[in-house]
């Protein structure tokens, strides 16, 4: 492509994606499993670094027991998006937010509303393996503790129903009370996934879960996702856009703290309606 | 700059970081070495008959049959030095009196160095100090004694530009011609056998109390109040000292307020440690009055003003080491804010806060300045636990520095001195390696 092309392009978008700000449903939003029920739902929503604005008024809803892929450069805002959902953000004094989130009818940064209750809700898978550094069971077994399970047997049960779901129950069957820290790096996110299951989610956030690992434990992630799709609403923030198409139903694309495009994932990698989402999809940028 | 003047500045580096470490080595060994043995003297060394006598006597330690055995076999010997002293006491009634005068205080004086050889000589009355209540207990200091009462030391003032030389005259020489002429050569000849050295490991140096200030005995005392001091320094500064380090990582904001609280901490950590123990007697004794005077709880709380910031940097330091992820995992999973310190992080930064309290202990346990004004004496009995919030106490540290410079026979109990070296220089050591052992141990877990 010529250059001069391009940079007619970019401009062209800047205009148009402020016209696409408003409230986007997904057209197929009447095929929504449990009848259709946003789980999710931002309204103007504008998260603030100091004076930086790095997610600009998004007015987006999320589909309940849907997988959705959030996609985009660099800088963009996804994981800031994705971690505003469960109040992550809290960590960085600077940050406040504008308009509203909505979680099951709930104000997500409403002024009663308990960060603690609503993580147990929505939970997180972060970039980088984390576990913790105990046995693989006390990784798992920490969430449901700190909620007051207490008896051995049922968290014996949770954890292996955790470990099974996550498909890494074969894998430490025999080896609960090793640190979870041994593990390769595929096995300590799925670790992580299990971790998070165990205390009972409605909602997954995955943020970029696969960029630390090798093809072969990507691959197990997103098998993963696969198995778990239909069960859980589940957010993925990834810069892989061969995985996005392969695990999403939905994909959102942000551009420079701009939600430019919320489309059913196949109309979005085959028929983007936005040039700047062509461009990003086909790699002309990245 | 090009390849070879880099390699030549890299190597020259290697040498000059080599040969500053070797430095640093050699400084070690200079100061170690003597300490050490030095201070094993306390413990192995000649015993002689007096010195098991006097641990039977008053500690109640050793064969009693075989020492009244050995008593007996030095009788023989002992009895003849009397009967020499005796006749020399015959022969002077029978002097002149002007030449009796002149024998007399030589006489005295060779009875005063007898009897700290030998124990008190019959006929004298029993001392009141138990350190003339019995002999020489160590033979390389009866061998010095002996040589003492052969000589006489005198001095040579006859050139003017040099300084005076010392020379020695036969003490035999002042006796010449009387009945005590002979006791010089048989002493030489027969003091082993009056004492009767043997090798002796003396572990009561660190388990007996002091006897007579530190002229007998062991050194238990001092080891027992320098461990309650920096046991009771560790009890106030260790939980205050993490709670502070929670606060600055976890919950301080950064304000004006902050950044005061702050400062205020680095300049703690850079006060001199006596003005730590005249604040510690301003304060806690004159001022809040936890005790009447000197008292090991006084001690305690100056010395853990003195190491908190110590424990606050350390403490610090060790949870910001501790990976954020693990900290927003627990978040994510619906942990409050406290039970993420609790069970993650504190845990996580436990090897660091550990070695910082303990290199901590270390040095409240080293320390002397702050404890001289708020807890420390230089003679005095083993306390019991329920005396530490009213009674003062020995300590190594202090008491290093008083028997070298204040006790009144300074010189006659190097080795003791040397001993308590010893005994806190391998005290600090311990810790530290149990720190850097206990430190291993936990990142081991850690890392699984």
Request: charged letters at 25%; hydrophobic letters at 45%; aromatic letters at 10%.
């Amino acid at each position: 492509m010529q250059m001069t092309v391009e940079e007619k392009d970019t401009d062209k978008v800047a205009s148009k994606s402020g016209a696409t700000r408003d409230i986007f449903l997904p057209p197929e939003r009447q095929r929504v499993r449990d009848g259709g029920n946003p789980h999710v739902m931002a309204k103007n929503f504008s998260i603030f670094y100091g004076d930086f604005e790095a997610v600009k008024k998004v007015s987006a809803d999320i589909l309940s027991k849907y997988v959705t892929a959030i996609i985009g450069p660099s800088g963009c805002g996804k994981s800031t998006f994705l971690r505003a959902i469960n109040r992550m953000n809290d960590l960085i004094p600077s940050c406040y937010t504008t308009g509203t989130l909505m979680f099951d009818g709930e104000d997500i940064y409403g002024r009663y509303t308990d960060e603690v209750q609503l993580r147990k809700k929505i939970g997180m898978v972060f970039q980088k393996p984390n576990p913790f550094p105990k046995s693989i069971f006390d990784n798992i077994a920490y969430g449901p503790r700190l909620h007051g399970v207490k008896d051995k047997k049922v968290l014996e049960e949770i954890v292996e129903k955790s470990l099974r779901k996550a498909a890494l129950w074969d894998e430490v069957k025999d080896r609960m009370e090793r640190n979870a820290l041994g593990l390769s790096g595929g096995q300590q996110q799925r670790l992580c996934v299990a971790r998070t299951l165990a205390v009972g989610p409605e909602i997954l956030l995955l943020d970029e879960p696969t960029s630390a690992l090798d093809p072969k434990a990507t691959a197990k992630i997103e098998d993963l996702i696969e198995e778990l799709r239909g069960s859980y609403t589940i957010l993925i923030v990834t810069h892989n856009m061969q995985q996005a198409s392969r695990v999403s139903d939905y994909t959102m694309f942000y551009y420079e703290g701009d939600l430019v495009e919320y489309a059913p994932t196949k109309q979005l990698f085959t028929n983007p309606r936005d040039q700047v989402t062509e461009d990003y999809i086909t790699g002309r940028f990245s | 700059m090009n390849l070879g003047t880099r390699k030549i500045l890299d190597r020259s580096f290697t040498v000059v970081g080599i040969t500053s470490i070797m430095l640093m080595a050699t400084a070690l060994l200079v100061v170690v070495v003597p300490i050490f043995t030095g201070g094993i003297g306390a413990i192995y060394f000649e015993g002689t008959i007096e010195h098991r006598k006097l641990q039977y006597n008053e500690f109640g330690k050793g064969d009693r049959g075989a020492i009244e055995r050995q008593i007996a076999e030095t009788e023989p010997y002992r009895n003849e030095v009397f009967r020499i002293l005796d006749a020399f006491g015959d022969e002077m009634e029978t002097m002149e009196p002007g030449e009796k005068r002149n024998y007399l205080s030589k006489y005295k004086k060779v009875r005063k160095m007898l009897s700290r050889l030998l124990g008190p000589l019959p006929g004298d009355q029993k001392p009141i100090l138990l350190r003339y209540q019995y002999g020489s207990t160590r033979w390389e200091k009866a061998e010095e004694l002996l040589h003492d009462l052969m000589f006489v030391t005198k001095w040579d003032y006859s050139n003017p530009d040099e300084m005076a030389k010392r020379y020695f005259v036969p003490r035999a020489d002042e006796f010449a011609g009387t009945a005590l002429a002979s006791l010089f050569l048989y002493l030489e000849n027969n003091l082993e056998k009056m004492l009767l050295p043997e090798r002796t490991f003396y572990w009561g140096f660190l388990t007996d109390r002091s006897l007579d200030a530190h002229i007998f005995g062991g050194i238990w005392a001092e080891i027992q109040g320098t461990f309650f001091l920096a046991v009771g320094a560790m009890l106030f500064a260790f939980p205050l000292g993490v709670i502070a380090a929670i606060y600055f990582t976890e919950y301080a904001r950064d304000n004006f307020f902050t950044s005061i609280l702050r400062s205020a901490n680095s300049t703690l950590a850079g006060v001199p440690s006596i003005v730590f123990g005249l604040f510690g007697l301003a304060f806690f004794i004159n001022t809040i009055k936890v005790s009447d005077s000197k008292s090991v709880l006084a001690g305690s709380l100056t010395l853990a003003i003195m190491i908190l910031p110590t424990i606050i940097r350390a403490a610090e330091e060790a949870i910001l080491a501790v990976p954020k992820t693990y900290k927003e995992a627990s978040l994510a999973l619906g942990s409050t804010k406290w039970r993420t310190i609790v069970t993650v992080i504190l845990p996580a930064a436990l090897p660091g806060i550990i070695t910082g309290g303990i290199i901590s202990l270390g040095r409240a346990a080293g320390e002397t300045a702050p404890i001289i004004f708020t807890a420390a004496v230089s003679v005095g009995a083993t306390i019991g636990l329920a005396d530490v919030f009213t009674m003062p106490t020995p300590a190594l540290s202090w008491n290093i520095y008083n028997l070298a410079s204040e006790h009144e026979a300074a010189n006659e109990i190097r080795h003791v001195q040397y001993g308590m070296v010893l005994a806190l220089i391998s005290i600090v050591l311990l810790l530290n390696l149990s720190a850097i052992l206990l430190r291993a141990r936990i990142s081991k877990k850690l890392k699984g």
